[in-house]
T-cell receptor, first 112, second 116 residues
Framework: QKEVEQDPGPLSVPEGAIVSLNCTYS??????FMWYRQYSRKGPELLMYTYSSGNKEDGRFTAQVDKSSKYISLFIRDSQPSDSATYLCAMSGMDSNYQLIWGAGTKLIIKP | NAGVTQTPKFRVLKTGQSMTLLCAQDMNHEYMYWYRQDPGMGLRLIHY???????AKGEVPDGYNVSRLKKQNFLLGLESAAPSQTSVYFCASNMKGLAGGSEEQFFGPGTRLTVL
């Protein structure tokens, strides 16, 4: 079993829909949780960063961490075609020597 | 600032050939990383460096070597390429964070390598 599980998709939704992307993990020592966005043929770039549990909001994006369930989510409101990309979750903690452990990435397609 | 740059962008090798991938960053970052990305596998760490002159093995180090002779450069070498090393290779860097480098990593554009 991988330390971080993420459904690879693709997930296809119409423009304007609310998108929910999720990752589950097995290591309870993870403290830092991140979402990266990767456009086709580009390197990943950091989208959201959360320390420990709770919610964080940035514009149309909301990141949630539920450490009790070992579950993190990224919500995208009013989705746009420009949001079409692969979204990778990543996390780290003392057990991983603070190296990032990555999910496989979910490919998201927003249909105009 | 150019950020993180990678050379070359594309390469095709024959089995057994060798090559070196170059990563350069102009952000004065302490930490640098080499990842490979394969379909359905996400990013897997090959080697990393926590400072000039240091290197360490990641999750999938076999068949690769690295060197960090200068702070701004991190080289990834394939001594005898194999078809299993066909992949997209990403270099990344970051500052030494409060938790020892767990904060944002900045990525290069990638190198697409095919080994025939």
């Amino acid at each position: 079993q991988k330390e971080v599980e993420q459904d690879p998709g693709p997930l296809s939704v119409p423009e304007g829909a609310i998108v929910s992307l999720n990752c589950t993990y097995s290591n309870s020592a993870f403290q830092y949780f991140m979402w990266y966005r990767q456009y086709s043929r580009k390197g990943p770039e950091l989208l959201m960063y959360t320390y420990s549990s709770g919610n964080k909001e940035d514009g149309r994006f909301t990141a949630q961490v539920d450490k009790s369930s070992k579950y993190i989510s990224l919500f995208i409101r009013d989705s746009q075609p420009s949001d079409s990309a692969t979204y990778l979750c990543a996390m780290s903690g003392m057990d991983s020597n603070y190296q990032l452990i990555w999910g496989a990435g979910t490919k998201l397609i927003i249909k105009p | 600032n150019a950020g993180v740059t990678q050379t070359p962008k594309f390469r095709v090798l024959k089995t057994g050939q060798s090559m070196t991938l170059l990563c350069a960053q102009d952000m004065n970052h302490e930490y640098m990383y080499w990842y490979r990305q394969d379909p359905g596998m996400g990013l897997r760490l090959i080697h990393y460096s926590v400072g000039e002159g240091t290197t360490a093995k990641g999750e999938v180090p076999d068949g690769y070597n690295v060197s960090r002779l200068k702070k701004q450069n991190f080289l990834l070498g394939l001594e005898s390429a194999a078809p299993s090393q066909t992949s997209v290779y990403f270099c990344a860097s970051n500052m030494k964070g409060l938790a020892g480098g767990s904060e944002e990593q900045f990525f290069g554009p990638g190198t697409r390598l095919t080994v025939l």
